[in-house]
């Protein structure tokens, strides 16, 4: 089993080099992958950088180049729902292209012809970690998750996607993960931990919590890896 562990920001995956210790680099489309063998299984653990374009190559290359057959997906976002708090997990039932927009020609935010608004997760991969998190009374929150190459720091703009895509939370490359994973037959799962509630005071509520909130992500990721190795056993 070759599973991939995907962030958008090196601090999304220190914490995961740094629990994994040992692993190989390599270099390719101007990016580093670090591979490493855990318990029977190979990882290939790699940051995009920030924005759908730079995550659909990342993912794209874990699968085609490195033979990925699972996508797990670790960062921040930013709070849509009012409920959720900087630290919450929140998983992604969903996901959708905030910021897709071929409206005038009468087709919904988010659609393209052939295309849907919304790409669905992996159901196993939830199902996973509902049972990582009942076991270690952890509080996940699924939501819809909407994607843009935004960072958005506007109550309007995030009410807007709120009533648009009936989303909880927000960030800047699921959508695209979600997109590739779908088209190559490859199960994933997005999972983000709140930095910022997506209003005047995101920039600065995400430089100061982006690395806890990264790590409180990668913990839990940690944890699903250990259940998916178990359950290949
Ligand atoms: N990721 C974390 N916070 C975000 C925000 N406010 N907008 C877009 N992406 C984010």
């Not at 939830?126 to 939501?143: D, F, H, M, N, Q």
């Not at 843009?148 to 506007?154: A, L, R, S």
């Amino acid at each position: 089993m070759k599973i991939a562990i995907m962030g958008a920001m090196p601090e999304e995956i220190e914490p995961l080099l740094e629990y994994f210790g040992k692993y190989k680099t390599i270099e390719y489309a101007k990016n580093k992958f670090y591979t490493l063998d855990y318990k029977g299984s190979e990882i290939v653990i790699a940051y995009s950088k920030i924005g759908k374009v730079n995550a659909t190559i990342t993912a794209t290359t874990l699968i085609e180049k490195f033979g990925c057959e699972k996508l797990l997906f670790s960062g921040v976002a930013g709070a849509i729902a009012s409920s959720l708090k900087v630290g919450d997990l929140v998983i992604a039932t969903k996901l959708s292209q905030h910021d897709l927009d071929i409206t005038a020609f009468g087709h919904p935010y988010g659609y393209v012809p052939e295309g849907s608004v919304y790409e669905e997760a992996d159901k196993e991969l939830i199902k996973i970690a509902k049972s990582v998190a009942l076991k270690e009374g952890i509080e996940l929150i699924e939501t819809i998750i909407a994607t843009g190459d935004q960072f958005i720091c506007e109550v309007e703009k995030k009410d807007w996607i709120q009533k648009t895509f009936d989303a909880g939370a927000l960030e800047m490359e699921g959508a695209a993960v979600a997109l590739v994973c779908n088209a190559l037959d490859v199960p994933f799962f997005i999972l983000r931990s709140i930095s910022d509630a997506a209003d005047m005071d995101a920039s600065f509520s995400f430089d100061e919590f982006l690395e806890s909130s990264a790590k409180i992500s990668a913990k839990f990721i940690i944890s699903m890896i250990e259940s998916i190795i178990d359950k290949t056993k």
